[in-house]
């Protein structure tokens, strides 16, 4: 993902997905804390995100008149959802 510098400390992500059903997605991320060439910390999370079609996600805000734009390039496949004054 990035690296950021600040002092002395390097603050360091990696993130990675893949497909674990037909509308899941299993993220892995890591993180860790460097100073110099010591590291201080080191975190690992998994967690799930279901996906959903544009189809559905429009039916599920229609009705909460929330408005649907896509975000990002087109093949990621990314919505955002706003209030209607937004």
Do not use: F, I, N
């Given at each position: 993902m990035?690296?950021?510098r600040i002092g002395a400390r390097s603050y360091v992500g990696w993130?990675?997905?893949e497909p674990t059903g037909s509308e899941r997605i299993s993220w892995h991320m890591t993180?860790?804390?460097?100073?110099g060439e010591r590291l201080v910390s080191r975190d690992d999370?998994?967690?799930d995100w279901w996906t959903v079609s544009e189809k559905a996600l429009r039916a599920e805000?229609?009705?909460h008149r929330l408005r649907v734009l896509?975000?990002?390039p087109p093949e990621a496949g990314l919505?955002?959802?706003l209030r209607e004054k937004e």
């Open positions: 990035t690296e950021l993130a990675g997905a993180y860790e804390v460097h100073e999370v998994r967690y805000t229609e009705p896509p975000h990002g919505y955002r959802v």
